[in-house]
């Protein structure tokens, strides 16, 4: 059974940082892209960012408004993702879900969620 | 980036209805566009993906149309556990983007 169980979130104040991390199971780990997709309270969806694969050269890709403040990295040998948040702001606030995607680009399986909250 | 647009953004039907929700894109996308359902408090799930594709384990009732800029999801006969919200997201790249949803409400 597929499991990817976020954790690392809470409450930061405004320029504060925060590292999710997101432990996966049931799948092999090393053979698809990671991303983390985010969900502002009682809003739509929004993409973060991604990392792909080893074959990728792990390459990553961020939305603008996380460029520079974010950093997604990935460690196949523990099958876990990352994501280091610094700079945060209040529109940052949401509920960040891990999720796994084929490489063609959707995404197939989704964690539970973590509520970011960012307020001084 | 390429804009997604979902129609209507509230939707009332009745149970054994058909529901047929639109998702529109600024610019051609090819076949690159999934659907997810979503449940209050809960992660969202992945229905159809390009375009037309079921994912494993999701009821026949369930299905996607379209290509380039027109996409449609369709609800053949619309059942108690499908009221939630719906997405669509475009694929074909970056940044990748979701429809502003379209919730799907008991009439």
């Known amino acids: 059974e597929v499991q990817l169980v976020e954790s690392g979130g809470g409450l930061v104040q405004p320029g504060g940082s925060l590292r999710l991390s997101c432990a996966a199971s049931?799948?092999?780990?090393?053979?698809?892209?990671m991303d983390w997709v985010r969900q502002a309270p009682g809003k739509g969806l929004e993409w973060v960012s991604r990392?792909?694969?080893?074959?990728?050269?792990?390459?990553?890709e961020y939305a603008a408004s996380v460029k520079g403040r974010f950093s997604i990295s990935r460690d196949d040998s523990k099958n876990s993702v990352h994501l280091q948040m610094n700079s945060l702001k209040s529109e940052d606030t949401a509920v960040y879900y891990c999720?796994?995607?084929?490489?063609?680009?959707?995404?197939?399986?989704w964690g539970q969620g973590i509520l970011v909250t960012v307020s001084s | 980036d390429i804009q997604m647009t979902q129609s209507p953004s509230t939707l009332s039907a009745s149970i054994g209805d058909r529901v047929t929700i639109t998702c529109r894109a600024s610019?051609?996308?090819?076949?690159?566009v999934a659907w997810y359902q979503q449940k209050p408090g809960k992660a969202p799930k992945l229905l159809i993906y390009?375009?037309?594709s079921l994912e494993s384990g999701v009821p026949s009732r369930f299905s996607g149309s379209g290509s380039g800029t027109e996409f449609t999801l369709t609800i053949s006969s619309l059942q108690p556990d499908d009221f939630a919200t719906y997405y669509c997201?475009?694929?074909?790249?970056?940044?990748?983007?979701f429809g502003g949803g379209t919730k799907v409400e008991i009439k």
């Open positions: 997201q475009q694929y074909t790249g970056y940044p990748l983007t």
């Open positions: 990392v792909r694969k080893e074959t990728n050269s792990y390459t990553t």
């Open positions: 049931g799948f092999p780990f090393r053979e698809y892209y």
């Open positions: 390009k375009p037309s």
């Open positions: 999720t796994r995607a084929p490489s063609n680009g959707f995404f197939d399986y």
């Open positions: 610019q051609s996308i090819s076949t690159w």
